[in-house]
C-alpha cells in the first residue's frame, strides 16, 4: 500500500494521517469544508513541531512529513487510493451512506476500512458490493502516541484484507490485534461499562469526580481516572457507544446512567466543549 486516504479532519482522522505520513505513505485527509482541513493541518503540524523541539525530530523531517499531506473535499481522491480509512462520526446511518459512496468511486482492489470505535463492521459492509474488502481499524487516541490498533473483521472479511491491514497498521508503527464483530469490540466492550459505572457512583453520591478518579489511580494503577478519561474521549462518544452496547445485546447492564444523557443534552461533552466532569474553561 501507498497511497492512503483519511475521511474525517477531526481529532481521530488527523491523527491518523499524522501517523501514515510519519510512517512515509503518502495522504490524502478528506472532509466536507477547506477550514476543517486546514485546521487539521495546523493541529499535525504542532503536535511534530513539539517533536522538533524536543530533538526527537529534525526540522527537515517536519517539513516532509506535512508534505506528504494533500487535502481534498470531495470523494474524487478515492479513486487511486489502495486504502480508505473512514474516521467520520460515530453514526451507523451516516457510516452506511458514506461506504456506499465509496464503493461506486473506490478502484475495485481498494480496501475500504472504518475507524468506528463499537458499530459492526459487518452492518457497514453490506452497504457496498465488496464486503470481503471491509474491515475495522480502531485507532486509540491520541494516534500518533498509542500503539493499538484494534483490527476487526467482518462477517465477509476475508483473510488477504486482514493481512494487508494488519501489514499496514505494523507498518504504522502499531501493534495490530485481531478482534472478531460484535459490539464494541474488546477495547470500549471492557472500557465503557467501567466509565459509566463510574458516573452511576457520582450520580447516587458515592463520592465526588475527583474521588472517583482518584481511587481508580491510586488504588488500580490507572494512569487517568474515569471520569477524566471520558471528558477526553467525549461524553457525547461515550454515550453513542454505551447504546450500541445495549442495541446490541440487549443486556440493561449497559444503560447509560441518567447523569451521562443528561449532560451530553446540556452540551457537556468534555474537554472538546470546555464542561464535563471538569472544567476545561
Not at 23 to 34: K, P
Not at 122 to 135: F, G, L, M, S
Request: hydrophobic content about 50%; overall charge neutral; some cysteine.
Amino acid at each position: 500500500m501507498k497511497n492512503i486516504v483519511v475521511i474525517g479532519a477531526g481529532t481521530m482522522g488527523n491523527g491518523i494521517a499524522h501517523t501514515a505520513a510519519a510512517s512515509g505513505f503518502e495522504v490524502t485527509l478528506v472532509d466536507v469544508a477547506g477550514e476543517l482541513l486546514q485546521r487539521a493541518l495546523a493541529t499535525i503540524a504542532a503536535n511534530l513541531q513539539r517533536g522538533v523541539d524536543k530533538g526527537k525530530m529534525p526540522a527537515a523531517e517536519k517539513v516532509a512529513v506535512v508534505a506528504r499531506i494533500r487535502t481534498a473535499t470531495d470523494l474524487e481522491a478515492m479513486a487511486t487510493a489502495d486504502i480508505v480509512i473512514e474516521a467520520i462520526s460515530e453514526n451507523l446511518a451516516a457510516k452506511l451512506d458514506l461506504f456506499a459512496k465509496l464503493d461506486t468511486v473506490a478502484g475495485p482492489e481498494c480496501i475500504l476500512a472504518s475507524n468506528t470505535s463499537s458499530i459492526s463492521i459487518t452492518k457497514i459492509a453490506a452497504a457496498t458490493k465488496r464486503p470481503d474488502k471491509v474491515i475495522g481499524m480502531h485507532f486509540m487516541n491520541p494516534v500518533p502516541v498509542m500503539a493499538l490498533v484494534e483490527v476487526i473483521r467482518g462477517i465477509a472479511t476475508s483473510d488477504d484484507t486482514f493481512q494487508c491491514v494488519e501489514s499496514l497498521a505494523k507498518q504504522m508503527g502499531k501493534t495490530a490485534i485481531e478482534v472478531n464483530d460484535y459490539p464494541g469490540f474488546v477495547a470500549n466492550r471492557v472500557l465503557m461499562p467501567m466509565i459509566n459505572e463510574a458516573i452511576f457512583a457520582l450520580y447516587e453520591g458515592v463520592a465526588t469526580a475527583a474521588s472517583i478518579d482518584g481511587v481508580m489511580k491510586l488504588g488500580m494503577n490507572h494512569p487517568m481516572g474515569p471520569l477524566t478519561l471520558a471528558d477526553f474521549i467525549g461524553l457525547d462518544v461515550c454515550l453513542a457507544i454505551l447504546r450500541v452496547l445495549e442495541g446490541g445485546f440487549g443486556d440493561p447492564k449497559y444503560r447509560p446512567c441518567p447523569l451521562l444523557v443528561k449532560m451530553v443534552d446540556a452540551g457537556w461533552l468534555g474537554r472538546k466543549s470546555g464542561r464535563g466532569f471538569y472544567s476545561y474553561a
